[in-house]
């Protein structure tokens, strides 16, 4: 089975990650941001070891790691 992102979800994805970037800007600080994709609750937090940051959805379980 092959793995295939198509636009539309590649599209979501980027739109979810701007706007969890938008808002995160310390470390160890939960940071709560409207879902672009579904309107719901999401949050963004930042490493402190090393600024990543991960982000999820509540509604629509969108999430990324960086």
């Known amino acids: 089975m092959e793995n295939v992102i198509n636009k539309e979800e590649l599209k979501r994805a980027g739109e979810f990650i701007a706007a969890a970037l938008k808002v995160c800007k310390s470390p160890e600080k ?4 409207v879902c672009p994709s579904c309107g719901g609750t999401a949050h963004v ?3 402190a070891v090393n600024g990543h940051r991960h982000g ?4 629509c379980e969108l999430y990324f790691m960086e």
Do not use: S
């Open 30 to 33: 939960d940071y709560t941001f």
């Open 45 to 47: 937090r930042m490493a």
């Open 56 to 59: 999820y959805c509540d509604n």
